[in-house]
Structure formats: C-alpha cells, structure tokens
C-alpha cells in the first residue's frame, strides 16, 4: 500500500495504530519543510523488509541545470516476498505459490516498491521530469543490488498521461516526444519565493488552479515585449531585440537540458506499464483520446484529470489480475473534498443490509410502509432544511453498490450469501416512487412516508434518518461547531478502555453530520489499543473499511414487528422471527432484541433452544439493572451458564452509565458489550454559550404497515410505544390474556 500527502497527525494517530492492529509493517518519510509525506505498508505475512532508500529531489536532482527548491521526496523499499522471520526456528515457511516472482537465486524473490509525490505546479514539466531521474536513479540502485525484482512505483506524479513524464516511462525506448511535448519540458528558472506548494498559494495543489508565479517562464518575457508595444517605438525595438537575444540564448541552453534529461531518463531503465491504462476498455463511458486508455480521472476538484499512477515493470512475474472501479462522476460532484457524505450504499448500518437479507429469503413480496417520527416536539423544521433534505433523498437514486463494496461485503461479512449480494449488485433506490417528504411550514412539522417492496424499501432507514439530522442541524439549529470533538471522543473512548468495556459505536442514525461520525471513528481507533477494553467496531459499514475495524450489528425492531403483523401474532411473533433469523444466519449475528413487545412476551418465547443457539440478548429499553438481573434469572431458570452468554446494552448510553453496568453485569457473572451512539455521534455545546449543551435530535423511523396490516412495537416504557393506537391497544390486549404484559405497558 502507497500513500502521499500523510500529515503526521494523520500518521500518529490514525494510520500507524490501524497499520499495526492489522499486521502491516510501514515506513513514513517526510520532507523538511512540506507538513506532510509518504507511505508505504505491507502485510507482514506476505513480506520482509531487506533495505530502504528516502530521496530527496531537491538534494538528488543534480543532473541537467537548476534546482527549484520543491521539497518533495519519494521512499523505496525492498521486501522479500515471504513473511517476517519467525522467532520459532521450527516455524512453517510461506507457501510456495506465494514466491511466484523470480529472485537472483540467492535470495528469496522480492519485489521493489516505491512511493513519490512530485513537484505539483502545471508549468514545472521539466522539473517533474528532474524529479523522476532521481526516483528512477534510486530505483536503479535497488535493482542493481536485487537484479530479477520487479518494481511497482505509485504515487501523486502530477503528470497527466499526454505529458513528455508519462511516455518516457511507458514508452519502448527510444521515445519520440512530440514537438508540443517538447516545448512544455522547457525549464522555469528560480528566482521565485513561492516554487514551494506550501507558500502562499499551497492550497492551489488542492484546487488544481494554475495560478500566475514569480519564476521566469519563455511566456512571461513574450508577455513583458507585448507589452513594451505601446512605448516609443525606438525603445521598443532595443528592447525587444534584447529579450529576443535572451530568450534565444536561453532557449539553446534550454533544449540542450531537455535533450539531456529525456536521454537520462531512458538510460538503463526499462519501460513500466500503469495498472490502469486499459481502464477505458473496461468502462468506455471513461473513454478519452487523449488520456491512453487511463480513467478520465483520478482527480475531482475545480481540475478534473488524472495524476495519479501505479506504474509496474511487466515481464518480470508482475501481471495486472484485478483494478478497483473508480467512483461515478455523480458522487464526486461538485468536486473533492465536499462537505456531503459519501455518496457510498456502505454508509449504511450492518444491520439493514442483514435484515434486507432476511426479508428477501422469508418474505420477498411483502409491501410496507415506513413513518417518520420526532420524539422531541420542540424540534421543528423550516423551510430550507427541507429544500436540502429533499434534494439529498432524489441524491439517493444515484447509489449503488460497486464491485469494490460487494468485494468488501464478501470478504468480510461470510454470512450475507451470494444470493444476496447478487441482488444487492443490482439494487437501486427509487426515491421519486418511494419516499414522501413534505413540510407543515405552519407547524414546521415534517411528514415522510417510505412505502413499497420491504426487501426493496429497507434500506431508506438510516440514511433518512441522517439525513434528517444533518437537514436540522445545517439549516435550523446553527449555534453550534466542531470544536474540541476529537478532545472528547478520545477522552470517551479513553474512559471505556480504562472501564473494560467492550464498545461498539452505533450512531449513524442520528449522527449531526457525516463528519461528525468520521471524526468520532478517528479519535476511538487511535485509543483502541489503551487499556483493557476494546473497541469492537461500528455499526456503519463504509466507516469499518475506512478505518479497518468489524462492522457489527445485531436486528432492528422492525423484523419482530412485521412478522407478527404478517403472521398475526403478538405472543408468538418474538419465537417466529428468532427462528426466521436462526434459519437465515446459522448462528451469525446471534444476539436477540428483547423489547418489541416487552421483555416478558419475549422471555415466554426465549425457551431453552433458543437461549442455546442465541448468543446473548440486548437491552434497548427500560432500567438496565433491572434487565441484567431478569436476564440472569431467565438463563438460570434454563439450566444455562450465565458465563457462556453476553448482554449487549444500546439505550442512551454515555460511558459513566457503560461503566457502572459493565461493574454490575461482571458482579453477576455474565458478559456485557455496549453500542454507543447519540452519544458519540451528536454530543455538542452552543459555540455561543459552551456552558449549555446543544440538544441532540430523538427521531425515529417505524415500521406501520407490513400488506396492510398495521405494525407496532411495545417497548418496556411506554412512552416508545409506537403504531395504530388501535392496534396498541389491540396488541396489548392479546398479551395482557396470555399473561405476557409488563406493568410499565
């Protein structure tokens, strides 16, 4: 893996630490002067690290004139391919289909990697170039020292692919460059302030912007003779013919370098081939002439290009089997980086894609109906914040999920069949058709229904509910910022791990904003090593692949809910969905929810086949204290031992509360692990008051419908109750019979 622009709280925090929980080794190499570097980490099972090199272009780019003062670098290593030498002498060797590469015959077959970023400015082509001898020089050495190794160089090169740069390392030797090429490689001389990106104009590398400089160029002397045309023309000439004398003296020193550099380029380095410059074959809506079959892109800001590359020696064991997509145009825009989420059906709760399985193998062609809910009646909304949030549900048309998230969903997730994830390849959201929104601007009242297939409609849950959130928080409540959320997040999950709680965050549904969830998974995997707790991952898909943690879950409500509904039973429907469930996943994702109709409807159903194949239950609902010691009671009663089971605990947790039910559930003898996530994810204080807190959204979306019969749920407090009152009453009234009400409903 190959990384540039790494800043070092970036590295510190975040990269190193998930590097090393996931068993890859890793150097870093920075500049002096830039506030950031570049990476390269490799699986320690796969490879050894033989020998380094840092290059320096500035202190390496002796050959062929002038240096400006860039400051970029570029890393080399060289790794054995076969793992760390074990401690154990007796240890097993790497299987051999893994030394598939050729060696010297001495020493095991390895492979050179390098990782650069070079000169960013449009104009610097000869500079750029300057900087590719040096890494192409300090390559060379590797392969003079390890003849036989392969190389794979990737990094930032800023060179789009019509560039002299992306020829002379692809092209068999030796490269005619056309005449347009030749006349970009013509040298920007230094007397400028600002040839370091990291002046005042750093951020322009950002933007793509081609911004004017202070270095001399053939354009600007041509610009200053225009100029001189209103002047006395006597003057005028003499000056003119000065500069043309100049530029024609420079101009002869100028191509004699170029001439030199494309032949130092050449020399003793074999052509490379990039990864993807057969992309356009693949996906011909990338198609461009002038891009050599390379994606159209690799960057999306105000300048869309590519400038990016993975460059690899062929012919020497190195074939291209398999490329990642690149991410469609429409979930770029405006451009990189944007304040919108990832336009990514990954950011989504595990759980959803689990149930939407679940629903397709039991009840393909139910129809649903989804509501919102505002538990908090003071929270309204206006005018703008629905604009927005209606314009952020027809994005959600645009979503699919690419190879590389069914990729990813396949190797980690061995539960969701290939069935499943056959359809998941096709599915589209279909917000026109399903999804009402509307505002009541005289209430501020906002009204969304969901309604449709429930194995197609499924998924709009969370990303309305975030979106609601954001919706709220960008347009009404505005009194608030970022400031200090790391700071606190990191002092939280600090706390858990000093507690011993086994922690999960779960606060995609009512996060203040994409951001906000990202900036609380930065600060957890950066304590995740402290102390004995742990923390065991996140709810939200997209973000356990960004940051290499399990995404986890259990069921919502909602699968209880509609099979009662369907099946028309209240006081069997908790036994009929654990079953469904157990038929699905084989004893994946086994932990029950114990509150859609109330902890004592749930018990009579949980007997002791079910306790058996179940892992363990979770709390959402009513005093968790109360619900440790009935849980107790209940696999007591069963003849089951307590220590072989876990209570995961999910309601309105902070972590002084997991702390203290973490001491009790240890004091009884039984597991416990905690799902944090209004805590996590909308923990705020007014930027004009940081005394008071900023309050939090309590928004739901219920199930009401499964084919017309109304759904409900009945939580341990009633003020959760939710569905056709009638129906409560309806609902309460069969459990009530057969003995199964709690007091509090």
Known sequence: MCLQEVGPDEWLHILAPQFKRNSYDSRIFQSLSKSHGVVVAWKKSRFSLVEEASVSMDRTMEVCGEVLNTDNVALVVVLELGAEKPADPNASEV??????MPGDGARPAGVIVSSTHLFWRPAACYQRLQQQVALLRAIR??????????VISCGDFNTTPDDAGYDLLTKPRPVALSEWQLDNLLPLHADSKDSD??????NQEADGSHASSDVFSYANVAAAGTAAESKDMARKRRKLEEQERLIDNQLQRDTKLVQNLVTAIQADNQPMRSCYDTYADLDPSYRTDQWKGEPIYTNYTSWKGTLDYIFYTPGLGLEVRKILSLPAESR???GLPNENAPKSILDQDLYKFCMQQAVLEHYPDAHVEYGFINRDKTATYNRASA????SRIADLSEITATPADLEYLRATCPYLSAEYLEYLSTYKFNPSSEVACSLDESSGSLHIRISGKWCQVILYEIPLLSLISEAYFKHVDTDWNYDGQLERITDKGRRLMEAGCKFAEFGTRRRRDFKTQDIVMSGLVGVASNGPGKLTGTSNVY???KYCVAPVGTVGHEWTMGIAALEGTYENGNSLALNKWHETFKGHLGIALTDTFGTKAFFSN???DLATKYDGVRHDSGDPFLFTDAVCAHYASLGIDLSTKVIVFSDGLSPEIAAAIKKYADKRGVKSAYGIGTNFTND????????RPSKASNIVIKLFKCNDSHCVKLSDVASKHTGNVREVEHAQSELFRAGLLNNSQ
């Not at 050495?141 to 036989?148: E, L, S, T």
């Not at 990106?197 to 750093?202: I, P, R, V």
């Not at 604009?387 to 209606?390: A, K, S």
């Open 95 to 100: 299987a051999s289909e893994h030394r598939a």
């Open 141 to 150: 050495a590797m392969q003079d020292k390890y003849p036989g190794y392969p």
């Open 197 to 202: 990106e990291d002046s005042d104009d750093k």
């Open 332 to 334: 770029l825009k405006p």
């Open 387 to 390: 604009d927005w949030l209606q």
């Open 543 to 545: 973000l356990a692949r």
């Open 606 to 608: 949980f007997g002791r």
């Open 684 to 691: 705020f204080v007014c930027a004009s008051d940081p005394s």
